[in-house]
């Protein structure tokens, strides 16, 4: 049996655009066109071109190969013809392969926010459809608010959609742009609309996260007879965020009450990618990953307790609800004070350790995680902590280098113009071979000065750390006031791609955050080590 195919339309770098925080160049939406393309996305919408110098640079060549480029835009304006409208000839003259177009459906916003009548509205959704397939590219029209505009008033509603229908649209999208619509009421309102007399094979869905069903809002769409989906990368989007494509697309390849009926443009290779799509987005916007991303976050098949972790091993499945291969993460067995031996063993031996299960280490590293944990440390967040712990316990790292001390001074005063500024500066005094070095720097904040100053002058270790870099710092209060307990977590990144997590627990901020940085680095140099172990 065929099976009918769902079109996927991403509008990640306009709907994305408007993240709060989110602020894409030239750069930024070239890299994210062709990542976009790559995974094999049938549309991507490019954003409006000649809304500023940024998009007007973008749209003045085609950015994909396989996707069809979309440019974003408004129908033309009441009262003049097509042809002597500039937004539309604008949007014609893009380099790209479509338009789609944003066209009110509910009557309030005709007459409030266009200030035309519902007749006049009509006529430009038509001319502006008409005149784009005289253009020779293919049209779609985006329906704001329709779902609002239909429960308001849903003959106009309707007659917008059909218009565009009529006219040679190729997909009419029913747009949640307010994101409160309920998944009971999408899958009947788009029935409705079906019936009307528009197939099912021209409608698509643009859901917002207003109410966290905007991916249960698209797939209702599906199962009404909508066959285009719109969404965004990670869900990003203004608000709650869009309907999160990475979560839409494994649930649609692997559930099998998709995938028995349906098929993407996304092949399983493509799929097998997708951990690593999402968090290079991520990356790419500078914010870190969600641990928790259904499919993608690193928490997605990671189990805690110990009965549950031996169970896994005798049978994934009975855990797991699709394969974690599948969409590129892996299963993860924490270590943590409720796991049991089989926990710590498993983790071990992922990270390439070997060690028998009765061996007396072993007890000895599980009674000494329980006792750092009690004190505040959190090694399931922390894995190369943990490495480094267990390496350390079975005798295997060398120290590398020595801090002897380490000074942080933090200023804070007027300068010659009468503004408050805040100068941090650190010393830290190592000493590696026997030979001592002093290294200063100022940074912002005294963490930063201090993971400068740390990383100004290892000697010889100097090069094999130029490649790393700390991409997130997090600091926890464990109990109440300024003599609390604070929990430091680093995360850094070296030119391999790898991230990896340290922690640091103290009375004083600033000295967890030093014991993370340790970690840190002498994990790095770790590693370096066993990568040219393993090559060897
Ligand atoms: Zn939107």
């Known amino acids: 049996m065929s099976k009918e195919r769902i079109y996927l339309f991403d509008t990640t770098l306009r709907d994305g655009q408007q993240t709060p925080g989110v602020d894409f160049s030239v750069e930024d939406k070239i890299a994210i066109a062709q990542m976009l393309d790559d995974l094999g996305i049938d549309y991507v919408e490019g954003g409006y071109p000649g809304a500023n110098p940024t998009d007007s640079e973008f749209f003045a060549k085609k950015r994909t190969t396989r996707s069809q480029f979309v440019a974003f835009g408004m129908t033309k304006r009441a009262g003049v013809s097509a042809s002597n ?197 991520d990356e790419l916007l500078n914010r870190a990953p969600d641990s928790q991303a259904p499919y993608v976050g690193t928490s997605a098949f990671a189990t805690k307790a110990g009965i549950h972790a031996s169970a896994i091993l005798k049978d994934p499945q009975t855990y797991e609800h699709v394969a974690p291969e599948a969409v590129g993460n892996e299963r993860r067995l924490m270590v943590s004070d409720q796991g049991g031996k089989s926990n710590f063993l498993v983790e071990l031996r992922r990270r390439g350790i070997q060690i028998d299960k009765d061996d007396p280490r072993l007890d000895s590293l599980i009674a000494q995680v329980k006792e750092r944990e009690a004190q505040g440390y959190a090694y399931e967040g922390a894995d190369a902590s943990f490495e480094l712990l267990a390496r350390r316990v079975l005798g295997s790292v060398p120290e590398f280098f020595k801090v002897d001390s380490f000074r942080c001074m933090v200023e804070r005063r007027f300068d010659a113009n009468g503004n408050i500024k805040t100068v941090s500066e650190a010393v830290v005094r190592v000493t590696i071979d026997g030979e001592t070095r002093l290294s200063v720097a100022e940074g912002q904040g005294p963490v930063n000065a201090l993971d400068i100053a740390l990383r100004k002058d290892l000697g010889k270790y100097q090069t094999e750390i130029a490649d790393m870099s700390l991409t997130d710092y997090k600091v926890r209060i464990l109990n109440g006031g300024t003599d609390a307990i604070t929990r430091v977590l680093i995360e850094s990144f070296d030119s391999t791609g790898e991230r990896w997590w340290t922690v640091g627990v103290s009375d004083n901020v600033i000295d967890a955050s030093f014991q993370a940085l340790m970690d840190s680095i002498i994990y790095k140099l770790v590693k370096n080590r066993e990568a040219i172990r393993l090559a060897g």
């Not at 747009?175 to 619509?181: A, L, P, R, V």
Request: negative net charge.
């Open 85 to 281: 409208d500039p937004g539309l000839a604008a949007l014609i003259q893009a380099k790209s392969d479509a338009i789609c177009f944003v066209a009110k459906s509910w009557d309030y916003h005709v007459r409030v926010a266009l200030g035309t009548t519902n007749e006049e509205n009509l006529e430009s959704i038509r001319a502006s459809v008409t005149a784009t397939q005289g253009a020779g590219k293919v049209a779609m029209v985006d329906c704001e608010h329709f779902f609002d505009g239909y429960k308001a008033n849903p003959e106009y509603a309707l007659s917008c959609v059909k218009t565009a229908y009529e006219a040679g649209s190729r997909w009419i999208v029913l747009c949640d742009t307010n994101g409160g619509t309920q998944p009971e009421e999408v899958r009947r309102i788009v029935s409705t609309v079906i019936a009307s007399g528009v197939p099912g094979d021209h409608l698509g869905i643009h859901a917002h996260n207003d109410t966290g069903q905007a991916v249960a809002n698209s797939l209702a769409a599906i199962e009404a007879g909508a066959r285009q989906i719109q969404g965004t990368l990670n869900g990003i989007g203004e608000r709650c965020g869009n309907a999160n494509l990475i979560t839409i697309i494994p649930t649609l390849m692997l559930k099998p009450v998709y995938a028995d009926r349906f098929e993407v443009g996304i092949t399983p290779e493509r799929l097998a990618g997708l951990s690593k799509l999402s968090h290079a987005f």
